[in-house]
């Protein structure tokens, strides 16, 4: 089939090339000149394991294309992919100025004969559809035949070409069976069920997964801390939780609070969007404040362990600055607002991140802040380490190493990442997440004072 993918970002990029490998024609459109050129070159804009091959071994073979030039990129396409940023806005609601100017323009350059499926793939709010196929009646000729379509990604960053290549659920909403039977001939190859519905519960289905996911982690974010206070284990409670199929025990890692481009702003959105319709979805408010929480508690350890306030004279080496691992993005990453806590708090920090140095230095700013080159070079002559993105390699420190190179022998995991029985036995002081240490004394809640 011919597609035209509008946005070359995570979702675009990703789209593109995968859509190109299934054997469709597909051209890329991006208003910014600077990043068409680099990806023609090869050069990928995110840090996204086998995209660059793939976008590269589908260029060559002359199924995929990129352009500025929108008009040219719809010509002929019988789907036009909408996959362009939907930012928070000061609201708290989804910014969708992109999706509107698009809409206008994919309606003003519809001038061939061919019937086109509109589909949003960008995460967009209830209504949305609706709105876009309004514009594009307003602004398309006469003569232009089209539907829209919701078909929501459900990509994770570090893993997007597979999850794009074969996602566990496709979904799809549309007003028209022409649209489904578009649809449904551009997925079957894949032999998935397709989830067909309206266009508002397919709009629905993208927040309610990840406002669902959201709620786990500040769930589980809330256990560690009543574990830590009654000296349980929350990593030993959530492997017995997560035993239980109905609960599954993926996202429920304790840590210092999800990040990232989608879980702030997609949990933010879904409670503007309730309140928009006069309901107040209360459960997300609490999720929302529990994450902001999270980073200060995991600070807050800090703080106490030096005495509190001033940390000046302090240097803590920093392991991990993306919002997860596998990623070098850092778009709302806590690993970045805790180093400022700790900054605001008169420490020096020395960074590492496996990928996302660039992305920090822009974040962080260069001057007052030692970048290394290695997770080792990052402890010299540190007064404690701390791990605040999962990265793999973070997991098998040589902990002979680490406490040579540290001042100190102690570690903050904000991620849990460690086995504490091992970094104990190396003679570490270990301060996680909702777990109990041998030097955290318990207060037990005076219980006769509540029952008398
Ligand atoms: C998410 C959704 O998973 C994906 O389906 C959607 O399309 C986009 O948003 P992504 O933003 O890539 O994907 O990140 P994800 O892997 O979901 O992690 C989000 C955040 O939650 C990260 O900051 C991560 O560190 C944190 N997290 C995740 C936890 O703190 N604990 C967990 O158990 C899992």
Redesign the pocket.
Known sequence: MKLCVIGTGYVGLVGAAVFADWGNEVIGVDIDEAKIKKIERGIMPIYEPGLSDLVLLNVKQKRLSFTTNLKKGIQGAEIVFICVGTPQSKSGSADLSQVWQVSENIGKFMTDKIYKVIVTKSTVPVGTNEKVKQILKKFAPKSAKFDVASNP??????CSVKDMQKTERTVVGTETERAMKVMRKFYEHLNMPIVECDLRSSEMIKYA??AF?ATK?SFINEMAQLCEKAGADVVKVAEGMGLDSRIGSK???A?I???????PKDVSALRRTSLDFAYDFALLQGVMRVNDVQKHYFANKIYEEFGGENLSGLTFACLGLA??GDTDDTRES?AIKIIHLLRGRGAQVRVYDPEAMENAKRELGTSSVFFAKDKYEVLKGADAMLILT?WGEFKDMDLTKVKKLLKKPLIFDGRNLLDKKVVEANGFKYLAIGRKTGSQKQKAPDFRAAIL
């Open positions: 990604e459900f990509l994770r960053e570090g997964s990840n996911l982690i996202f429920l890692n840590g609070g999800y990040g990232g481009a989608c879980f919002f997860k806590v999962e």
